[in-house]
């Protein structure tokens, strides 16, 4: 009996042991680094995104309508920008096409075709119009920051392991933008533009886990209106030679054209 319970427990050591050998060790922390450092990385990772394409889950959450599905998304930076959002059949449910001049709406439920100007009222059938048509395009790739020069505040907080610049213009604050000090990726985003709230916030997630430096997670969110837009891609490329077709939206036979305004 006793050999029996000194084998049982020689056997439970060993399990143990095993299983805390399997356990992986944590991060070492990372050494803070200044302000010029961060945005040095983060600026050559933008300078090496010219255009994408991509295939992923989108969702857009509203007081007035919620919507889901497959989408297809090309876009060459700084404003060019075609969207397909598919039912789970494979059907289009919209298709939004912009050069940053124009921009085209498809509704197949609807047979109709709205074109108009690029305003952000016209826009806004897929960006918000809180959000600029380059900045949803950089925010697509995680092309972060948004604000051009070095931050006017820099901390680094340690609790979570995150950097935090901020812009400001004439006092007034632009942009607060958190990276992550492991990797150095842009983790979270706020844009006042100079407002007392944030025009918009978002999270990104994921980075490297389908193309080196880019995220695989977005979370966009406004407040005025309020919208929420999260999208997940599923496949991801970078600087593909995209071809005119693959950045507009022809008008199908027999749908009806419909104009919009300024």
């Known amino acids: 009996m006793k050999r029996r319970t000194f084998l049982w427990l020689l056997l439970a050591a060993l399990l143990w ?35 994408f394409q991509a295939k992923g889950r989108i969702t857009f959450l509203s007081p007035e309508q919620n919507y889901s599905g497959n989408a297809l998304l090309s876009g060459r930076l700084p404003d060019s920008l075609k969207v397909d959002v598919l039912d789970f059949l494979g059907r289009t449910i919209l298709s939004f096409a912009t050069d940053g001049a124009e921009v085209k709406v498809l509704s197949p439920s609807e047979n109709k075709l709205f074109q108009g100007p690029a305003t952000p009222g016209n826009l806004a059938a897929f960006i918000p119009p809180t959000v600029s048509l380059p900045q949803a395009l950089r925010l697509l790739v995680g092309a972060l920051p948004l604000s051009s020069g070095p931050p006017q505040n820099f901390d680094y907080e340690a609790a979570t392991g995150r950097y935090r610049l901020e812009w400001r213009q004439g006092g007034a604050l632009t942009e607060r933008l958190w990276v992550a000090a492991q990797g150095l990726y842009p983790v979270k985003e706020e844009w006042f533009g100079g407002a007392m709230e944030p025009r918009f916030t978002a999270e990104l997630a994921n980075f490297g886990a389908l193309a080196p430096d880019l995220p695989e997670k977005i979370t966009l969110k406004t407040s005025a209106p309020k919208k929420e837009m999260r999208l997940v891609y599923r496949e991801l490329k970078v600087n593909p030679p995209l071809t005119p077709a693959d950045l507009t939206l022809a008008s199908p036979a027999g749908v009806v054209q419909v104009p919009l305004g300024k």
């Open 17 to 51: 042991a095993a299983g805390c050998r399997t356990l992986p060790p944590p991060p070492p922390p990372a050494a803070v680094i200044s302000s010029e450092e961060v945005l040095a990385r983060l600026q050559a990772r933008q300078e090496q995104v010219k255009s």
